[in-house]
């Protein structure tokens, strides 16, 4: 034990980046609180446009909804050990978006009403479906965090060099992603523009590129 303790150790002083995984235990207990503050039984804003009424019911998403999960892990298991900056990167848009979120829904606490009372079928799919209804609540719902960590995700895939090879299953699954929130009502359609809105000046500030001063510029010709 006192052995893996040292060699843990040592690992986080050449990899400083890991520490950066601890904006993860902070997410979930900010998560937790605001679901507490905000619960079902709260007095909140509706999140509605007249557009969910014409999307129907898809229990068939339920996997792709779970699958949202598994690809924040993989990519950041991956960055994690393959590519410390990008890991880094990719702490600070999922969870700057995710603390963001969670921001918004204490200082104008939300919700939808989209749920169906009555499953249109009875299957396994539906399971799936009842089971999320059950450990997550109909409010802070806007912006959708499923739309903004996917699109961190997206963002990670797009500036890692071995991940953007399989940039176009990537963009695919981000859409089925943020489409699986509508078709199984957890969401607005306001809920994944409002995620968007938030991702997309994240990813900008995030991966803008840095201007190298002319001097600096100079000095490197000189120094080549």
């Known amino acids: 034990m ?14 400083p980046h ?3 995984a601890l ?24 999140s509605y446009l007249p557009l969910d009424d014409k999307i129907p019911f898809l229990e068939w998403f339920a996997p792709i909804y779970y699958i ?21 990167k990719f702490m600070i848009f999922l969870f700057g978006g995710m ?11 939300n919700g939808q009403n989209l749920r169906p009372t009555v499953f249109p079928r009875e299957n396994f799919f539906t ?15 806007f912006p959708s965090m499923h739309v903004v960590g996917a699109i961190a995700a997206l963002g990670a895939v797009f500036h890692n060099r071995v991940l953007r090879r399989y ?10 992603i943020c489409a ?11 809920d994944v523009f409002g995620g968007i809105a938030l991702a997309v000046p994240l990813w900008l500030l995030v991966y803008r590129e840095k201007k190298t001063a002319p001097q600096e510029a100079n000095s490197s010709e000189q120094n080549g």
């Open 167 to 176: 940039w176009l299953p990537a963009v695919i699954l981000c859409i089925l």
């Open 180 to 190: 699986s929130t509508v078709f199984l009502k957890q969401h607005s359609i306001l």
């Open 23 to 46: 904006l993860f235990p902070a997410y979930m207990a900010s998560y937790f609180a605001t679901e507490a503050i905000v619960g079902e039984n709260a007095d909140y804003w509706v």
């Open 68 to 88: 949202w999960a598994f690809c924040l892990l993989f990519v950041g298991l991956y960055l994690l050990f393959k590519d410390g900056a990008g890991f880094k």
């Open 2 to 15: 006192k052995h893996f303790s040292q060699t843990f150790r040592e690992w986080l002083r050449k990899n």
């Open 99 to 109: 603390f963001a979120s969670l921001l918004i829904c204490l200082l104008f606490p």
């Open 127 to 141: 399971e799936m479906v009842q089971m999320i209804y059950s450990v997550d609540t109909c409010t802070n719902v």
């Open 18 to 20: 890991a520490w950066y």
